[in-house]
């Protein structure tokens, strides 16, 4: 037993798309190390983190989203890492500067406009959403996505409370329609016309643009136009190793292989996510244009998440 | 255990009237008791943390997930209860061609995970410009999701009790309407009932269908209050109020019932004659008990037809592993629930102390919350030990189900005389006695159903499954979940498709005998008793 101890580490992970796994038997064909995997809903793998305490049989800890990686920085559930190579793969502002997690991959959340409904071109910042020339026309997902909980977030950090209040007021009183509980059936809808235009993650429309859902979704899907706001609000998934890891030497080669060009390459690539640096291989998101980023850490982002819950509930966001 | 001499041996002499307290019994309700109870126990003493109860509010939206909680639970109750009674009715006590196919068939949309339903629903929609969401539609979605509870119990209840009241209403001239309605609706009240009052409760602790379908409910609230707003004693309170008000409705009923209690004294001495049905109504019949299922099984068939580009192949061995472990998982967690159900219904019939009586009923109410709420619970009693993560999930299921096998149970018994029990002491029958040979043969029934109801719900069971299993050990329910949640339909209808597989050869292999249990031992009475009438 102590043997396998050794060569293997425990993974909790947030994500959840299949093509992860080819990516740590690489690793694992790589170093000699098992991962053994155990993937759930990131609040819930949170907890047990949390109720396990010493016990804990996982060593890496993946989430999806600022907010969460933050919330298990401060409930003490990570440790700091040292790394040469990870201060050099990953950008400051998508790591803690305390060295307790690190961002993996990237993903924006976007404007989509149906162009004949709606014009793109006076759609510069999420700002002009609110905008009541958008009175009907404007579809949201409801604030239980934790990638709007976000960029609300990134709004107060940008815009201060006030004017971010103000700007979602103003975006919740241009929604006459039922607020959609996933991103895929809101960019149908835009693309069928019911909608002229929604915040999607970049992933979803690029899935339909590839095909995945069928030729009839990436017709739809062509007909929209992404507009990237001036900033883009930019969400991540990363992971840490956690407080009480049996094994941190090798949690630690794992993250850095996540985060290393070629991990990082497959992570982003199977779900059509950015890497952390530069917009990658993908031609479906290289196609979509470029953008800049906020430049808002996640830290940041993470620390805001509740006040934007609230804010959100406050101002009629469903 | 020793059976009495044939002559006038008590074996408590003057103590007749009153036969002893069963203490093992009363032990055993006791330790089962506790253990369901420990995870409630343990989320008390998280909700104690955090603001007293005063400060609890549902948020901006006021009463409105109350308000929809409850218009579910009406909603739900009424369309399961009366779809529910009347397919129970037909495929138990009529004859139609395709009876006892259809009768298989009731179980399907109980093996259809309710949020891959919505999913599939709203996808579909949304590809022809189609809206779906709102009220109705988490109605229709969770009606059909829960009146396999009502459809087996009631079922079970109709081929058990009243045969012979149905006899004498046909030498009375009755109709079917009249003998349904005038005897054995009422006789299968309680069955009904507790199959309404389990669709009750998985309407209350359901997230994901609502969730999808754009209803804010109580448990919405619940998860919001943790997950968005990090305020964890928060969300555990509401839930616990959530459960107490259950509770409240669970106990009014029952003493709603209490005044119109019908018993039967003991197993029926004939065999249910079924009413043949033709012409129109053997067509509605049809219609009537093919529709759910249908349903069910045609809304993901109906996705796979217009996405087949999209169905991804699937590693054959995966699926097979993934369907062993959900087996695995269902037959242990059937078996201990089904015990552990029985002690609770048979120790609340023969222990008469308050205290046993007590912990009977609540043993079961860890359905009505939330899995994912009742599955820290058990992170909180797990962790501190460190149990095997097996062990733990495996107890989780006993809990969440121990009201699923109970209910079954609890109105068969329910419908027995209590002067049954006391012709057995008379003759000198002790508890164990009683238990054996009368209880037990009484109750393979509605046991059969129980089993059947537990092991489908653990198969298809997501939230204690997600959060409780140990590293590489995903199941049939987590990988459809994962797929799903992730908006990848086309994945998620394989796994989901065995689910439902498995449901039915589970029905395939118990059903049959329940249609069987009569007529077996009763052939000869039946023969005796129709030259009488």
């Given at each position: 037993m102590g043997h396998a101890e050794e060569t293997s580490i425990g993974v909790y992970s947030g994500r959840h798309y299949n093509s992860d796994q080819k990516l740590y038997k690489q690793f694992s064909a790589k170093t000699g190390i098992q991962v053994k995997l155990l993937e759930a809903k990131d609040d819930s793998l949170i907890e047990r983190l949390r109720q396990e305490g010493k016990n804990t049989p996982a060593d890496v800890l993946v989430l999806v989203d600022a907010a969460r990686l933050e919330r298990a920085a401060s409930l003490d559930l990570l440790q700091p890492a040292r790394s040469a190579a990870l201060l050099r793969t990953v950008p400051l502002s998508l790591r803690d500067s305390k060295g307790r997690w690190v961002g993996l991959t990237r993903r924006v959340r976007v404007v989509l406009v149906n162009p004949a409904l709606v014009k793109a071109a006076p759609i510069r910042t999420y700002g002009d959403l609110a905008n009541p020339a958008l009175k009907g026309k404007l579809c949201l997902r409801d604030r239980k996505s934790v990638y709007n909980q976000s960029l609300v977030a990134s709004q107060i950090l940008i815009r201060g409370d006030a004017q971010a209040s103000r700007w979602v007021k103003g975006m919740t009183s241009n929604v006459t329609q039922p607020y959609f509980s996933s991103d895929i059936p809101l960019i149908r809808a835009l693309g069928s016309g019911q909608c002229g235009v929604g915040l999607v993650n970049t992933y979803y429309l690029a899935r339909l643009l590839n095909g995945e859902s069928g030729p009839a979704d990436r017709a739809l899907a062509r007909k929209l136009q992404v507009v990237f706001p001036k900033p883009a609000h930019v969400n991540i998934s990363g992971a840490g190793i956690t407080r009480y890891a049996k094994n941190p030497q090798a949690a630690l080669k794992l993250i850095e292989f996540l985060a290393s060009p070629v991990g990082g390459k497959g992570y982003a690539e199977a779900n059509h996510e950015y890497p952390l640096k530069g917009y990658g291989d993908d031609a479906i998101l290289k196609g979509m244009g470029r953008f800049q980023a906020d430049g808002l850490s996640a830290e940041q982002l993470g620390s805001r998440n509740r006040d934007a819950v609230k804010l959100m509930e406050a101002n009629g966001w469903l | 255990m020793s059976k009495p001499s044939p002559g006038l041996s008590w074996p408590w002499s003057g103590q007749l009237p009153s036969a002893p307290e069963p203490w093992p019994l009363a032990l055993a309700v006791a330790l089962v008791g506790l253990l369901a109870l420990a995870p409630l126990a343990a989320l008390g003493l998280v909700a104690s943390q955090g603001q007293a109860l005063a400060g609890l509010q549902l948020g901006d939206q006021g009463l409105a997930p109350l308000a929809n909680t409850l218009t579910l639970v009406l909603g739900v109750g009424c369309a399961g209860g009366l779809i529910g009674t009347c397919n129970g009715w037909l495929t138990a006590r009529c004859q139609f061609p395709g009876r006892r196919w259809l009768r298989l068939a009731q179980l399907l949309p109980l093996a259809t995970p309710s949020y891959l339903l919505a999913g599939t629903l709203i996808d579909l929609g949304s590809r022809s410009g189609y809206r779906i969401g709102g009220l109705g539609w988490a109605i229709a979605v969770l009606g059909l999701g829960t009146y396999s509870y009502v459809v087996l119990l009631s079922s079970e209840a109709f081929s058990r009790t009243g045969a012979r009241q149905q006899e004498v209403c046909r030498s009375l001239a009755v109709g079917p309407w009249g003998s349904f309605l005038r005897v054995a609706l009422p006789l299968a009240l309680p069955a009904v009932a507790a199959g309404m009052a389990l669709g009750?409760?998985?309407?209350?602790?359901?997230?994901?269908?609502?969730?999808?379908?754009?209803?804010?409910?109580?448990?919405?609230?619940?998860?919001?209050?943790?997950?968005?707003?990090?305020?964890?004693?928060?969300?555990?309170?509401?839930?616990?109020?959530?459960?107490?008000?259950?509770?409240?409705?669970?106990?009014?009923?029952?003493?709603?019932?209490?005044?119109?209690?019908?018993?039967?004294?003991?197993?029926?001495?004939?065999?249910?004659?079924?009413?043949?049905?033709?012409?129109?109504?053997?067509?509605?019949?049809?219609?009537?008990?093919?529709?759910?299922?249908?349903?069910?099984?045609?809304?993901?068939?109906?996705?796979?037809?217009?996405?087949?580009?999209?169905?991804?192949?699937?590693?054959?061995?995966?699926?097979?592993?993934?369907?062993?472990?959900?087996?695995?998982?269902?037959?242990?967690?059937?078996?201990?629930?089904?015990?552990?159900?029985?002690?609770?219904?048979?120790?609340?019939?023969?222990?008469?102390?308050?205290?046993?009586?007590?912990?009977?009923?609540?043993?079961?109410?860890?359905?009505?919350?939330?899995?994912?709420?009742?599955?820290?619970?058990?992170?909180?009693?797990?962790?501190?030990?460190?149990?095997?993560?097996?062990?733990?999930?495996?107890?989780?299921?006993?809990?969440?189900?121990?009201?699923?096998?109970?209910?079954?149970?609890?109105?068969?018994?329910?419908?027995?005389?209590?002067?049954?029990?006391?012709?057995?002491?008379?003759?000198?029958?002790?508890?164990?006695?009683?238990?054996?040979?009368?209880?037990?043969?009484?109750?393979?029934?509605?046991?059969?159903?129980?089993?059947?109801?537990?092991?489908?719900?653990?198969?298809?069971?997501?939230?204690?499954?997600?959060?409780?299993?140990?590293?590489?050990?995903?199941?049939?329910?987590?990988?459809?979940?994962?797929?799903?949640?992730?908006?990848?339909?086309?994945?998620?209808?394989?796994?989901?498709?065995?689910?439902?597989?498995?449901?039915?050869?589970?029905?395939?292999?118990?059903?049959?005998?329940?249609?069987?249990?009569?007529?077996?031992?009763?052939?000869?009475?039946?023969?005796?008793?129709?030259?009488?009438?």
């Open positions: - | 009750a409760m998985e309407v209350v602790n359901d997230f994901g269908a609502v969730q999808l379908l754009g209803v804010p409910t109580l448990s919405a609230a619940i998860l919001e209050r943790w997950q968005g707003e990090g305020d964890l004693p928060g969300a555990v309170a509401l839930a616990l109020v959530t459960l107490v008000l259950v509770a409240l409705l669970l106990w009014s009923e029952r003493q709603g019932r209490r005044r119109s209690r019908l018993w039967a004294a003991g197993q029926e001495g004939a065999s249910p004659e079924l009413w043949p049905l033709q012409g129109w109504r053997c067509w509605l019949a049809q219609l009537v008990t093919l529709a759910p299922p249908l349903a069910s099984l045609g809304i993901p068939l109906v996705w796979a037809w217009t996405s087949w580009n999209q169905l991804p192949a699937q590693p054959a061995g995966d699926l097979v592993a993934l369907g062993l472990r959900s087996l695995a998982l269902a037959l242990g967690a059937t078996g201990l629930t089904l015990v552990a159900a029985l002690v609770l219904s048979i120790g609340k019939r023969l222990v008469k102390a308050n205290g046993v009586q007590l912990l009977a009923d609540g043993a079961g109410l860890g359905y009505a919350i939330p899995g994912t709420v009742l599955a820290l619970g058990f992170l909180l009693l797990g962790g501190g030990w460190g149990l095997a993560p097996l062990l733990l999930l495996v107890w989780g299921y006993v809990d969440r189900f121990l009201a699923v096998a109970k209910g079954g149970l609890d109105t068969a018994l329910e419908g027995l005389a209590p002067s049954v029990d006391e012709a057995a002491q008379s003759l000198g029958c002790d508890w164990v006695g009683l238990v054996r040979r009368i209880q037990l043969p009484l109750l393979r029934g509605p046991l059969l159903v129980a089993g059947l109801l537990v092991f489908v719900d653990t198969v298809k069971e997501l939230p204690l499954t997600f959060a409780l299993r140990p590293f590489d050990f995903d199941t049939l329910a987590v990988r459809v979940y994962q797929y799903a949640s992730d908006e990848r339909l086309g994945a998620a209808l394989v796994p989901a498709l065995v689910i439902q597989v498995l449901g039915l050869l589970a029905a395939s292999a118990l059903m049959p005998s329940l249609d069987q249990e009569l007529p077996d031992r009763t052939d000869q009475p039946k023969a005796a008793q129709s030259t009488v009438s």
